[in-house]
C-alpha cells in the first residue's frame, strides 16, 4: 500500500480528487476529516473495514458527487449519516457558504457522537440529530433544498421516510446500486414517481436517483 495507510492510498486519493475536484480549504476539512474517521474506527464501526484502503473514492468522491446535481441547493438533510457519508464531505465543501445547513440525521449514539465532534473541529455548518430518518420529517417541520441517504435502505422505505421534504420542495438524491430499477418497480407499486438516473462517477453499475415528485398510490390506482 502506498504512502496513506489505513486512510487510503496516495493512488485512491488522487484519483477522488480528479473525479471530484475541491478548493483548496475544503481538501484540508476532508483530510483532517478522514485522519479523525481513521482513530475513530478503532473503536467504533463507522465504516466497512474493506473500503478503507479506498476510503477517498470509495467515500468521499462518492460523497461530493452529490453535490453537481443540486448545484442551488445550500440546505441539505441526510439521512443515516453514519460515519458521516455523504452529509460531511458536502458540509466542508459547502463551510463558506453563509447559507449553507446539513442536517446529519443518525439513530446510532456512537455515530452521532463521532458526528457532533466532526461538526466541533471542522467548525462546519451542520446540525446532528440523533433520532431514526423516519421521524425527522414530519418532527423537524423545515423545509430543504435536497435530502440524500447513502446504503441506508430500500427504495420503497426512503421514499416513506423523504416525503415530507419532498413534498416541501426537496430534491431526494439516492445513490443506487445495479439493482436500481428492482426498487424502482416495488417503490412504484406505492408511490407515483417523478425520477431520473444518473450514472454514477465512483461505482460503474452504479447510479443516482434524483426524485422531484412524489406521490403516495391509492386504491383508486391499483391497476386491474
Not at 441547493?73 to 449519516?81: E, K, N, P, Q, T
Not at 446510532?108 to 420529517?137: D, I, Y
Amino acid at each position: 500500500m502506498s504512502k496513506g495507510g489505513q486512510g487510503g492510498t496516495a493512488a485512491d486519493k488522487a484519483q477522488a480528487l480528479a473525479l471530484t475536484p475541491v478548493s483548496r480549504e475544503t481538501l484540508a476539512r476532508l483530510e483532517s476529516f478522514v485522519e479523525a474517521l481513521q482513530r475513530w474506527q478503532r473503536t467504533t464501526n463507522l465504516v466497512a473495514a474493506s473500503t478503507l484502503a479506498r476510503i477517498w473514492t470509495r467515500h468521499v468522491a462518492d460523497s461530493l458527487q452529490l453535490l453537481p446535481l443540486a448545484p442551488a441547493a445550500r440546505l441539505w438533510v441526510d439521512f443515516g449519516s453514519g460515519g458521516g457519508f455523504p452529509g460531511i464531505p458536502i458540509a466542508c465543501a459547502l463551510a463558506e457558504e453563509a447559507a449553507a445547513m446539513v442536517h446529519l440525521v443518525e439513530s446510532n449514539g456512537k455515530k452521532a457522537a463521532f458526528l457532533r465532534e466532526m461538526v466541533r473541529q471542522l467548525k462546519l455548518r451542520a446540525e446532528v440529530h440523533h433520532l431514526r430518518a423516519e421521524n425527522f420529517g414530519e418532527s423537524w417541520g423545515g423545509r430543504a433544498d435536497a435530502v440524500a441517504a447513502r446504503a441506508l435502505a430500500p427504495l420503497k422505505t426512503l421514499c416513506d421516510q423523504a416525503f415530507p421534504l419532498i413534498d416541501r420542495g426537496a430534491v431526494a438524491i439516492f445513490p443506487k446500486g445495479q439493482d436500481v430499477d428492482a426498487e424502482l418497480t416495488e417503490a412504484a407499486k406505492y408511490w407515483k414517481i417523478q425520477a431520473s438516473k444518473v450514472p454514477s462517477k465512483t461505482a460503474p453499475d452504479g447510479c443516482i436517483l434524483l426524485i422531484t415528485g412524489l406521490q403516495a398510490r391509492t386504491k383508486a390506482d391499483a391497476r386491474p
